[in-house]
């Protein structure tokens, strides 16, 4: 992990309608760091995780990456876009498409990279992500588990500066958060710049390089996990970790 | 009912006009409805509200008063649509070329109308898509008509398709209008020249028109059904 910024948000605000989900939010995130995002549901977690590519335009403040602003809608953004990948809560893989043709999508398309580079790229993700046998298939054809590794080695393909993932394991059955937080551990270790909204505080303390609790569209506090953990300073993360780690 | 058998040319010339105007009026409507709904889902507000402005007003206008407009506002604007006469197309489509203005106009009034329920046919297949495949899209960095056309479009027509084909059995009945429009020959202007003019029974005649439509709507309705089961089958 380098000093040097790679996410910043200053200021940000966002409303839905009368609803503030995200109040006047500074945040930055270092090359190569792993930020952990927590915080009861409705916190505006997963709306901070949307904003930093735009999939949710804010309404003030600023949020750059890599040292430029966050263009507005056109070619620009979409070339921003590409130097982010993201995860979702559901997968979102492309139904029509082979998980092969998913992951070779957007390096054939956005980068227009030759086929046949694109093709051993992808199959070494997927090799990767263990997935690698299923390449022919169809996303319904798998597991949430697997899809959710298909995700991730999709966003891989386009070699990415930041990793967002939005809830990557909330759809999945127990057994399946397992294969998924192995893959973005062994991510986190080799140095991907990573912003993670999630509820496995195991994957927190283990993972991340700092944790942020969230409540109410507000940056309640951040902190290195093993003093969040141990020592919350704030009542509201003090009542959301005894309210989680008793069970 | 000898009818039927005696102007059996009369019904089928009047079948292969209307058979004319509808596929052409098919087509021009597909290809405007088309445009018309990539603005109405562009992220381009201009282009949204301009699309939403042309479906409002073809959507919620009888095509009777589109077919005045067409007919004679042109006209008084000084065009006889002549840009239709489109060299080999009206060699096929040999009313398009004909001096008489009237099968332009009645084309260009069924393709305007239906072209806003072609739109909104396309807009209901992709809406049908989830959101979160566009937005998949989005954040590989595909641009909106390469998300439209690698991942939203191939998703959507499936479910466009079933009521695309109701906009165009619907056109093709409305085409009966086109008779009071100056267009001479059409299927259903058959009637008014072989009762009025020449005197014989309505009915037979009527059955004789109505087996004509029924020759181009049926087997139209039986493809959309065939569609709609193999999807069927295919979303178990």
Known sequence: ?247 | MSVLVDKFDVFAGGFWLTFQICVLAAIGALVLGAVVAVLRISPVPPLRGLGTAYVTVFRNMPLTVVMFFSAFALPALGSNADFLRVPVLDQIFTRLGTDLPYFRFALIALVLYTAAFVCEALRSGVNAVSPGQAEAARSLGLTFGQNLRYVVLPQSWKASIVPLGSVIIAMIKNSALIGFFGVVGDLSATADQLTGAEGFAFVPVAIGISIGYLIMTVPLGALLDRIERRQAVAAR
């Open chain 1, 1 to 247: 992990m380098t000093d040097e910024a790679l996410i910043v948000l200053e200021n940000v605000n966002k409303w839905f309608g009368p609803l503030h989900v995200l109040q006047d939010v500074d945040l930055s995130v270092a090359r190569g760091e792993v930020v952990v995002v927590i915080g009861p549901s409705g916190s505006g977690k997963s709306t901070l995780c949307r904003a930093i590519n735009r999939l949710e335009p804010i309404n003030s403040g600023t949020i750059t990456f890599d040292g430029q602003p966050l263009p507005a809608e056109g070619r620009a953004l979409a070339k921003l876009r590409s130097e982010v990948g993201m995860v979702f809560q559901s997968f979102n893989l492309f139904a029509h498409k082979t998980i092969l043709q998913n992951v070779m999508l957007g390096p054939l398309k956005v980068r227009k990279e030759k086929q046949d580079v694109v093709r051993e790229r992808a199959m070494s993700l997927l090799e990767r992500v263990g997935i690698a046998n299923q390449a022919d298939k169809y996303p319904a054809q798998l597991s949430g588990g697997q899809q959710q590794r298909v995700a991730i080695a999709r966003a891989l393909a386009m070699q990415p500066k930041a990793l967002l993932f939005d809830e990557p394991t909330s759809a999945l059955d127990p057994e399946m958060v397992g294969e998924v937080l192995d893959v973005m551990t062994s991510l986190a270790r080799e140095g991907m710049t990573m912003v993670v909204v999630t509820h496995e505080m195991g994957f927190a303390r283990h993972a991340a390089n700092r944790v942020v609790f969230m409540a109410d569209g507000q940056l309640v506090e951040q902190a290195a996990p093993e003093e969040f953990f141990a020592n919350p300073r704030s009542e509201r993360a003090k009542d959301f970790l005894s309210k989680i780690l008793t069970h």
